[in-house]
């Protein structure tokens, strides 16, 4: 037995780890792409009834579903692209001494902190028409009470865009930063010798340099920011009139409200299909990209 354990050690230690991805992930995807295939309405007397692809064939040609798709679309696309913009320009400006480096920091992450539940919550009373205190702002301004997040046009969603770039840009700053850390001195030291402007050493240093962490960052915040749900639902539940709808709030709807669970399932299935996608997109553009220093 001895020799049999020392034999295998390897599979043993990282047996825990296996069963807990089978039981955690795998039995649980596996259980949701099978009922995708089924029409169940939830009912505890009525039984999964196998009905092919229609679930999908359905969704591909639901109108609602294909813009809840361009709407997590334009939503992750411009929450993305402004994060990394503001988190790669807060990285580089935390990165230099200067005095209460130490407070701006803590000050940058105490959105992070917070539960997004919560911080929709804080901006949907902050941003609510009647006793909201954007409100109270816009009129001492002298301009007219507006219904933030009650527009059915894309007002709506572009206040979802900043409370999502507000509350996740601090992540990217720090991972960001932490790639800052990582950058050896001499290459800075050669660019101020040889007169480089600062813009050159940002664009021909430090970027280069740190585009390995600014590509994980940006992957992670792909990923999370594509299946945000709580920020949406806690503040306009995909409302007014489904302009603020995405994959993941119709989704939801489909299953807890509307009680089609093979829809669901057939809908989190395509959307674990793209999102596998671009990670695997991401992961080998920045194999492509990484510099070694």
């Not at 049999?4 to 992930?25: G, N, Q, S």
């Not at 798709?69 to 790669?88: D, K, N, Q, Y």
């Amino acid at each position: 037995m001895r020799r049999w354990f020392d034999r295998h050690m390897k599979l043993v230690m990282v047996l825990p780890a296996l069963i807990f991805i089978v039981l955690m992930i795998i039995a649980p995807l596996a259980y949701n792409f099978s009922y995708s295939f089924t029409d169940w309405q939830m009912s505890l007397v009525k039984a999964p009834k196998f009905i092919g692809l229609q679930n999908y064939k359905e969704i591909l040609h639901d109108e609602r579903f294909l813009n809840s798709v361009w709407r997590t679309i334009v939503f992750s696309s411009i929450a993305i692209v402004v994060e990394t913009i503001l988190g790669v320009a807060l990285a580089v400006l935390i990165n230099r001494k200067f005095h209460g480096r130490r407070v701006v920091q803590a000050l940058m992450l105490l959105p992070v902190v917070a539960t997004p539940v919560a911080m929709g919550m804080v901006w949907k009373l902050m941003l609510e028409p009647s006793i909201g205190i954007a409100n109270v702002v816009v009129e001492a301004l002298g301009f007219q009470r507006r219904a933030f997040l009650a527009t059915t046009g894309f007002e709506s969603m572009l206040w979802l865009i900043i409370i999502d770039i507000w509350e996740w840009t601090p992540m990217v700053m720090l991972m960001v930063y932490g790639g800052l850390q990582t950058i050896p001195l001499e290459p800075y030291e050669s660019a101020l010798i040889d007169g480089a402007t600062k813009w050159q050493t940002f664009t021909k240093i430090t970027l280069p340099l740190a585009s390995s962490s600014i590509l994980i960052a940006v992957l992670m915040r792909l990923i999370d920011v594509i299946k945000t749900y709580d920020i949406i639902y806690a503040t306009t539940q995909g409302g007014p009139s489904f302009a603020t709808e995405t994959i993941n709030i119709y989704g939801y709807l489909n299953m807890f409200a509307y009680y089609r669970f093979g829809k669901a399932a057939a809908i989190s299935v395509l959307f674990f299909i793209v999102v596998m996608a671009m990670g695997c997109g991401f992961l080998w553009v920045k194999s492509k990209v990484e510099v070694e220093y």
